[in-house]
């Protein structure tokens, strides 16, 4: 409890056992998420499912996942740090043994939303708490924990393909395991949050408070539609453009990967400049990387090149956001939960374009949306008061 104390009294929300084990919880989220899809086969076997019935497991998780942020958000005022993040995690674990366990599809189906509210309670309460936890190298640890959710989904997939996907229930009943263990790593996080850091009231008031929201919120839509995107398109775009499946294959597992990578390195950037200067950057980048892949040959190259520059992008706005509207409490859960309801929409989205236009029109279409984001980044940066730089 001293070590709580102690690390909530200098600023910091996190003792470093804490923050350890909060990286461990940002894995777990990451496999859980990601031995949904290499699971179907063996769920479909079991249950004797359509293709579309057995994707409904990913769809129920990523509902339950937006109503957990909704949710851990309303009543984080009245109940700790440490409880919200052990509620999630016993939701998790309750989550992924029902699917494990359960004797019928509608079973596991309630099993992956409740385990969804527990995966929007961590993702809420973490980033949220790492925002405002670590004082000037918040954004920094923030592109740490997010960069192991990059690493639980590259291990969820290589589980499944270790065991086979009959087996998808021991990956599952592992994940449970896991988050059992984490609900006994609470302690060592503060009770309540640092003072939001003083911030000039907007000069027009509460009605650019509501702009700058609304910027935010198009900024994570169109980021993660983009990200969605690549990754749901990039195979059956380099395919139709030439290049072998497997090629097809490797190089998506290359751009989640690039992905993964580039959260390591943006870390000693964010102690040198600023969330907005950085995240223009990798607007004007991945923008610049899709026009790229409108060339066959370099579409590949192009494609990894978006992962490496979206990367930062999730975990680096949310202490930008937090210095903007330091009094709007709810704002980060709003931004989380628009975050997971454009990853559901857009790919769906991207395809009814894709039919009208074609496959090799994907690189045209990804670009206008990246367009959109850098335009929105642009308005963002010159709404917001600037961050002074230690």
Not at 166 to 179: D, I, K, V
């Amino acid at each position: 409890m001293t070590e709580t104390l102690t690390a909530t009294a200098a600023g910091r929300l996190f003792s470093r056992p804490a923050a350890v084990a909060s990286c461990v919880a940002f894995v777990l989220i990451g496999m859980v998420q990601a031995v949904y899809g290499p699971a179907v086969p063996g769920l479909r076997e079991e249950f004797g499912l359509s293709p579309s019935a057995a994707g409904l497991g990913l769809s129920l998780h990523f509902t339950g996942g937006v109503v957990g942020v909704l949710a851990f958000n309303s009543i984080h005022a009245r109940i700790s740090n440490s409880r919200l993040l052990s509620a999630s995690y016993a939701l998790m674990a309750l989550g992924a043994l029902g699917v494990a366990v359960a004797p019928n599809w509608p079973l596991a189906l309630l099993a992956a939303f409740v385990g969804g509210l527990g995966f929007g309670g961590v993702d809420y309460g973490l980033n949220q708490l790492f925002a405002v936890g670590f004082g000037n190298r918040s954004t920094a640890m923030l592109n740490v924990l997010n960069a192991h959710f990059g690493i639980g989904a590259v291990l969820g997939p290589a589980v499944i393909a270790a065991l086979g996907p009959e087996n998808y229930p021991y990956a599952f009943g592992a994940c449970a395991l896991l988050s059992a263990v984490l609900m006994c790593c609470t302690r060592g996080i503060g009770t309540a949050e640092p003072a939001p850091a003083s911030a000039a009231a907007p000069a027009n008031g509460q009605r650019l408070l509501s702009r700058v929201l609304v910027g935010f919120l198009a900024l994570y839509i169109l980021n993660v539609a983009v990200e969605a995107g690549v990754g749901g398109w990039e195979p059956t775009h380099l395919e139709t453009v030439g290049f072998t499946a497997a090629v097809a294959a490797s190089a998506t597992s290359v751009y989640w990967l690039m992905m993964t990578v580039g959260r390591f390195l943006v870390v000693p950037l964010t102690l040198r400049y600023t969330p907005e200067l950085i995240l223009t950057v990798c607007a004007a980048g991945m923008t610049a990387c899709l026009l790229l892949a409108l060339i066959p040959g370099a579409a590949p190259y192009a494609y990894a090149g978006v992962g490496l520059f979206i990367a930062p992008v999730f975990p680096t706005g949310l202490p930008w956001l937090n210095r903007a509207l330091p009094h709007a409490r709810r704002a980060g859960a709003w931004v989380i939960s628009a975050s997971m309801i454009g990853g559901v929409a857009a790919p769906p989205l991207l395809g009814k374009g894709i039919e009208l236009s074609g496959i090799r029109a994907v690189p045209v279409l990804l670009t206008v949306l990246s367009a959109a984001s850098l335009l929105a980044t642009v308005w963002l940066k010159r709404a917001t008061p600037t961050a002074p730089q230690d």
